[in-house]
Every structure is written in structure tokens, then in C-alpha cells.
């Protein structure tokens, strides 16, 4: 099940520049679309998310970018900071037959180093 | 701040035996999922439960696997004759409907021996 993919496993970067994580999609019947950060032996914890009737997000330093024709979405974190290391998930809901139940679909997750 | 809690953190079971993995979700949520992951794998979905029955579940979430909401906070994963390969973090999610953000326990590591 491939309907999620983030590319890159991996993702450094100093303090205080920009991190942008990326995601891709297969499945166009998707339109919500979430980021979660996770640490070791914790949960996933919700970051942002987007509806697919906009493009772009903004919540403090996180901004989430949906861009629906490539089925591509970003988040970007600025300024990096090095609490922000963690493993970044994407996921993606569908609505089937006029109704969500909000089944997630992840991608396999980007670990972010912040670097002082 | 709410938050959802899962009991055990940690939970060892021989082949063969059931195990119930607990969580409580947070009190004014109407929407309630279990989700797994295998170590170095995504995490995936196991099923959805609204209303006091199940709206959607996935190819994993077999006979082997059933879930339960008690009464009016506890939500339950029982996983009966457990295998090698349901060893994973189980995670419990709770939200306020379908197209809204899903908050997660901290998991239960279930190994099975």
C-alpha cells in the first residue's frame, strides 16, 4: 500500500533555517490531510492539517502546502529548532460514499535532525 | 490539556494467548481507532468504531481482532490467539468526527513470545 509516500527518510538541518518535508499522494479520493511528529516510544502527535479546498495552511512556525494537481503536499517548519527532531509522518483521509469515518493513511515518515 | 491514555505501556504474551490492550479516549470524542505499527514499518490502520459499532476496518482486522466500548470511556482491542507477527505498538486515536485530527495515545508495545 503505497497510496502515501514521503522520499526521503531522512532530512538535517541547522537551527533557525527552513525544514520542508514533503509527500506525495496516489489516491485522489483523499482530502484531508494531516502531519504528525513522533518521538521514540510516544504516540503520533497532531502538527497541521489541510482540507483539500485550500492550499496552503499556516499555524505559528508549521505551514502546511497542498498542491492538489501534482498531489503533493509539504510542511514547512521556520525557524528549525532542535526540539523540532523528531520523525515527521504524513496522512491522508478519504470521504467514501459522501461519509468519513477518518480512516489515516501514513507515509512512511521523514526523521528530522535540527542541528544547533 | 485532554489527552488519550492506553494501559498497559508494555505488555509480553505467549503464542496462542488473548491479550485486551485498554484505552481511553478523550471524554468528548464520537470517533475511536486502532492503529498498529510493526517496528521499522508505517503505521496502519486496524478499524474505526462510531456510534457503539465499527465503520470501517482493514484487511488485518480479521476474526482475530475485536473491539469493545464497554461503557462510557473505556475503548478495547482484544486480540485472541496471538502470533509472532502481532508483535507492534498499538496505538488508540479519538476525534470529534470523521475529517477532523486524530489525537493518539502513547501505544502499548505488545510482543508475543
Known amino acids: 500500500d503505497q497510496q502515501v509516500k514521503q522520499n526521503s527518510p531522512s532530512l538535517s538541518v541547522q537551527e533557525g533555517r527552513i525544514s520542508i518535508l514533503n509527500c506525495d499522494y496516489t489516491n485522489s479520493m483523499f482530502d484531508y490531510f494531516l502531519w504528525y511528529k513522533k518521538y521514540p516510544a510516544e504516540g503520533p502527535t497532531f502538527l497541521i492539517s489541510?482540507?483539500?479546498?485550500?492550499d496552503k495552511n499556516e499555524d505559528g512556525r508549521f505551514t502546511v502546502f497542498l498542491n492538489k494537481s501534482a498531489k503533493h503536499l509539504s510542511l514547512h517548519i521556520v525557524p528549525s529548532q532542535p526540539g523540532d527532531s523528531a520523525v515527521y509522518f504524513c496522512?491522508?483521509?478519504?470521504?467514501?460514499?459522501?461519509?468519513?469515518?477518518?480512516?489515516?493513511?501514513f507515509g512512511q515518515g521523514t526523521i528530522l535532525t535540527v542541528h544547533p | 490539556e485532554p489527552e488519550v491514555t492506553q494501559t498497559p505501556s508494555h505488555q509480553v504474551t505467549q503464542m496462542g494467548q488473548e491479550v485486551i490492550l485498554r484505552c481511553v479516549p478523550i471524554s468528548n470524542h464520537l470517533y475511536f481507532y486502532w492503529y498498529r505499527q510493526i517496528l521499522g514499518q508505517k503505521v496502519e490502520f486496524l478499524v474505526s468504531?462510531?456510534?457503539?459499532?465499527?465503520?470501517?476496518k482493514s484487511e488485518i482486522f480479521d476474526d482475530q481482532f475485536s473491539v469493545e466500548r464497554p461503557d462510557g470511556s473505556n475503548f478495547t482491542l482484544k486480540i485472541r490467539s496471538t502470533k509472532l507477527e502481532d508483535s507492534a505498538m498499538y496505538f488508540c486515536?479519538?476525534?470529534?468526527?470523521?475529517?477532523?485530527?486524530?489525537?493518539f495515545g502513547p501505544g502499548t508495545r505488545l510482543t508475543v513470545l
Open positions: 496522512a491522508a483521509s478519504a470521504v467514501t460514499g459522501g461519509t468519513s469515518y477518518g480512516k489515516l493513511t
Open positions: 468504531f462510531y456510534n457503539n459499532e465499527i465503520s470501517e
Open positions: 486515536a479519538s476525534s470529534e468526527g470523521g475529517l477532523y485530527e486524530q489525537f
Open positions: 489541510i482540507s483539500s479546498i485550500k
